[in-house]
């Protein structure tokens, strides 16, 4: 293994609440019904995915444009509480683990959904801690998709069989898969038995890394 992609929310940052928050701010004032457990199917999707499943409780039919001011709702609602995020939201252990790897000769990269990976990056002052940033700017299928995956491995200049992904969701799990790459689970995914490696703590990697 040459390099280790990483998935962000739920792995290098925890930003579900900001989500959670965002999301349900704009489902109270549509009157639509969101908690939760509806919340969890929205782990590792797209922000335009998300809001199909939110609207399963919608008795309305909507037009497209009205998606797209939703979502921007939404979207603009997440980032308003991202500006709350500092260097301090990030562990001790994901940056040592981090430098750790960087030292050992790993090349690193992000592969996340979001459209605000590098915002998210830049607060919590990681940005210029990855080779190459895929996400939801360059990407048109999200996970199970491989496609963030695959393109993160193309910015690194490094074939898929070199490639560890490292990622908390079963849909990240499957989109490593379809990669062709290996697949570390954290999180809720150190239990989906598709996961090449599990692990309880982000420091493991280290074990895996032989570092």
Not at 59 to 65: A, N, S
Request: glycine residues 8%.
């Amino acid at each position: 293994m040459k390099a280790f992609i990483f998935d962000l929310d739920g792995v290098i940052v925890f930003t579900d609440k900001f989500h959670y928050q965002a999301w349900k701010k704009m489902a109270d004032r549509m009157g639509i019904y969101f908690d939760e457990v509806i919340n969890n199917r929205l782990r590792g999707v797209s922000r335009a995915e998300s809001l199909e499943i939110i609207l399963e409780k919608c008795e309305e039919v909507l037009t497209e444009e009205k998606k797209a001011e939703l979502m921007e709702e939404k979207n603009n609602t997440y980032r308003e509480l991202l500006h709350t995020m500092t260097p301090a939201d990030v562990s001790d252990e994901v940056r040592n683990t981090l430098d750790a790897l960087r030292a050992a000769g790993y090349r690193l990269a992000i592969g996340s959904s979001s459209k605000n990976a590098k915002f998210i990056l830049e607060r919590v002052g990681l940005l210029d801690a990855f080779d190459a940033i895929s996400d939801g700017t360059n990407i048109t299928h999200s996970k199970p998709d491989p496609e963030v995956f695959v393109k993160a491995g193309e910015f690194l200049g490094i074939g898929a069989e070199e490639c560890v992904v490292v990622e908390d969701a079963y849909a990240g799990i499957d989109a490593a898969r379809a990669a062709g790459m290996k697949s570390v689970g954290i999180g809720d995914a150190s239990g989906y038995g598709k996961a090449d490696y599990k692990i309880q703590a982000f420091k493991e990697l280290l074990d895996i890394a032989e570092v």
